[in-house]
């Protein structure tokens, strides 16, 4: 027996539901059960690149490889700037220094405005001026490094 109109409009319609939900991005909402596993994963793209020798890692390319928790993110994002700012504040807790001082813009090979916006919320009293900064970010740089990288025995 042949399909009637309603029953194909009615499958279209559930596929093309279907097809819309995998469109369309996950609400990146802090504190969801999402961003907690997206945090983890990026945690640990951080101190993976810590491990290696040249440490750094452009925003460019973590933000595509954070996968857990179904959320995306671009490097332009403010979600990332959140996100990995929530890493920041959990690596000062468990390590006193600052994770995402890993992570940098590739055109400056620093970080963004927003790891000094975080580094200003955690606490720390630095100067607004690009060598108060760049003196802080290098500090934090050389603690994660002593915090997250294997020692030679």
């Not at 440490?55 to 959140?82: E, M």
């Amino acid at each position: 027996m042949p399909e009637s109109n309603t029953d194909i409009q009615s499958r279209l319609l559930s596929r093309l539901r279907i097809a819309t939900h995998l469109l369309v991005p996950m609400p990146r909402i802090p504190g969801t059960p999402e961003w907690i596993l997206a945090r983890t994963h990026a945690g640990s793209l951080l101190i993976d690149a810590v491990r290696k020798p040249r440490t750094l890692i452009w925003y460019s390319r973590l933000a595509p490889q954070i996968t857990a928790g179904g959320l995306h993110f671009d490097a332009y994002d403010r979600h990332l700037d959140n996100l990995i700012g929530e890493v920041s504040a959990e690596s000062l807790r468990e390590h006193d220094c600052m994770l995402s001082a890993a992570c940098v813009r590739k055109d400056t090979r620093i970080p963004g405005d927003g790891f000094f916006r975080w580094a200003r919320e955690l606490g720390f009293d630095i100067a607004r001026n690009d060598l108060a900064e760049l003196e802080f970010w290098q500090n934090q740089i050389a603690l994660v490094i002593a915090a997250y990288r294997p020692r030679a025995h």
